[in-house]
């Protein structure tokens, strides 16, 4: 079994900034890539960044010079940094690893999503 838990999610201002936390835990025997989606009421998720087990990272457009995705693979924990939080960004934020258990089996796995709020 694999979970991913979520925290770091709130209500901001407008220009604020909030750090997403994602944990993976269970029979892991190797993340590959670890990511942050969004979901706004009424749209389809979509990406925010993801980052692969090395350094190499890829941001939506929306994302690019204010949000920060980072990794630890000692804790197997992804973070979102984002800064300088629009009226546009609100959504619930989930995190997702394709991940390979002790098994041999891989799959992708997602969290049970964190909301952010923008609002003054």
């Known amino acids: 079994q694999v979970q991913l838990v979520e925290s770091g999610g709130g209500l901001v201002q407008p220009g604020g900034s909030l750090r997403l936390s994602c944990a993976a835990s269970g029979s892991i025997s190797y993340i590959y890539n670890m990511g942050w989606y969004r979901q706004a009421p009424g749209k389809q998720r979509e990406l925010v960044a993801s980052i692969s087990n090395g350094v190499s990272t890829d941001y939506a457009d929306f994302g690019a010079g204010r949000f920060t995705i980072s990794r630890d693979n000692a804790k197997n924990t992804v973070y979102l940094q984002m800064n300088s939080l629009k009226p546009e960004d609100p959504a619930v934020y989930y995190c997702?690893?394709?991940?390979?258990?002790?098994?041999?089996?891989?799959?992708?796995?997602w969290g049970q999503g964190t909301q952010v709020t923008v609002s003054s």
């Open positions: 997702n690893a394709d991940i390979s258990t002790v098994g041999r089996f891989r799959s992708v796995y």
